[in-house]
């Protein structure tokens, strides 16, 4: 089986969507990698992340903004012949993700990215939210500068 690299926008946003949490990627300020699972949302070849606004994710992302997230989904074993091992593989589809982090400040525009991220995950995008906990969050948008997509096995 080979890969196939997937180019259609279409295609990859089914993919990404198909995603329950995304990897993020970034380089402390000790030039070390330094990678995290978050809950995201997709709109426009653009991701959009939600954290708490302190601690050790916030300060790497604000020095160095660059990252490099991963989507992965519908991952199924496979074989050839049940006694060897190298006929074993895996199937699956991915996505990945080069962009700046930009840090979202403005009420009413986080209010929109986090209905996009809770539509990821409930189907809606008409959600209420108090003052305090708007304020509270951090919100951050990646547009994507490079997406690179592909399938193995489908």
């Known amino acids: 089986m080979k890969s196939r690299m997937i180019t ?23 030039n070390m990698p330094y990678t995290l699972p978050f809950n995201f949302g997709f709109e426009n070849q653009t991701v ?47 996505v990945l993700v080069r962009g700046k982090v930009e840090f979202i400040t403005e009420f009413d525009e986080k209010v929109r990215i986090l209905n996009i991220i809770m539509k990821q995950y409930t189907k809606r995008d008409d959600f209420e939210y108090s003052t305090p906990s708007v304020n509270g969050v951090a919100v951050m948008k990646i547009v994507a500068e490079k997406i690179e997509a592909k399938a193995f096995g489908y």
């Open 8 to 30: 259609l926008p279409e295609a990859i946003a089914d993919i990404v969507k198909a995603c329950e949490v995304c990897t993020v990627g970034m380089v402390d300020s000790e």
């Open 48 to 94: 959009y992340l939600h954290s708490a606004p302190v601690g050790r994710k916030i300060e790497v992302m604000k020095a160095n903004p660059e990252v490099c997230i991963v989507f992965s989904t519908a991952h199924e074993l496979y074989k050839q012949s049940e006694n060897v091992a190298c006929s074993y593989g895996m199937r699956y589809k991915s």
